[in-house]
């Protein structure tokens, strides 16, 4: 089955900890996209990358990082220069990151600092 | 950056036709309009999208207005499982970490 995997589902953090959020597809997408969610509030766009070896920083990218090395992986870095990190995060792709595409989302990937 | 506005919640009964509205009146001429959902603690799923004119697919229908400033995702007959966050996005030419915004959508709250 084609699709998007993130893991793991639920992830606590102690303070000061790097932690490495995964992203996979199998969709053959060119364009990869990680998000942050807040309790009730809507989606911020972290980082997005149309191609590999490329990637642009979103509105909230201080305290994250990305790497985009294979095609169907885009892992997210959440770094200890992140002052509030607990949040659920989604991972996103599309097939060329054109304005028609249609973004498909993984199950999410809830992170605890403890 | 092109923004959308919507209502913070909407409640439909059962089995009745929804309209959820989206004002997005700084939109560009060749932003597509895109509508998605979220169900609680899952990813957000595509519903349909559009530039001008009207659009249908199973899920919904999408009315865009004449002069593109708002548009209205339409539910023929809501169920239970339409209960969810609904989200308005632009996507323009410049895709790309300037034109990816979801703001806090709207909850559909269907009342058996």
């Known amino acids: 089955d084609g699709g998007i995997t993130q893991s793991p589902k639920y992830l606590f953090r102690k303070e000061g900890q790097n932690v490495t959020l995964s992203c996979e597809q199998n969709?053959?997408?060119?364009?990869m996209y990680w998000y942050r969610q807040d309790p009730g509030q809507g989606l911020r766009l972290i980082y997005y990358s149309q191609i590999v070896n490329d990637f642009q920083k979103g509105d909230i990218a201080e305290g994250y990082s990305v790497s985009r090395e294979k095609k169907e992986s885009f892992p997210l870095t959440v770094t200890s220069a992140q002052k509030n990190p607990t949040a659920f995060y989604l991972c996103?792709?599309?097939?060329?990151?054109?304005?028609?595409?249609?973004?498909?989302f993984g199950p999410g990937t809830r992170l605890t600092v403890l | 950056d092109a923004k959308t506005t919507q209502p913070n919640s909407m409640e439909s009964n059962e089995e009745e036709p929804v309209h959820l509205p989206c004002n997005h009146s700084?939109?560009?001429?060749?932003?597509?309009i895109h509508w998605y959902r979220q169900l609680p603690s899952q990813g957000p799923e595509y519903v349909i999208h559009?530039?001008?004119s009207n659009v249908n697919n199973r899920m919904a229908s999408l009315a865009i207005a004449e002069d593109r400033k708002s548009s209205t995702l339409i539910l023929h007959r809501a169920t239970l499982r339409d209960a969810a966050v609904y989200y308005c996005?632009?996507?323009?030419?410049?895709?790309?970490?300037?034109?990816?915004?979801f703001g806090t959508g709207t909850r559909l709250t269907v009342i058996p």
């Open positions: 996103a792709s599309s097939p060329s990151g054109d304005r028609t595409d249609t973004q498909y």
């Open positions: 559009g530039l001008t």
């Open positions: 969709l053959n997408h060119d364009a």
């Open positions: 996005i632009l996507i323009g030419y410049q895709t790309g970490a300037n034109n990816l915004f």
């Open positions: 700084t939109i560009s001429g060749t932003d597509y």
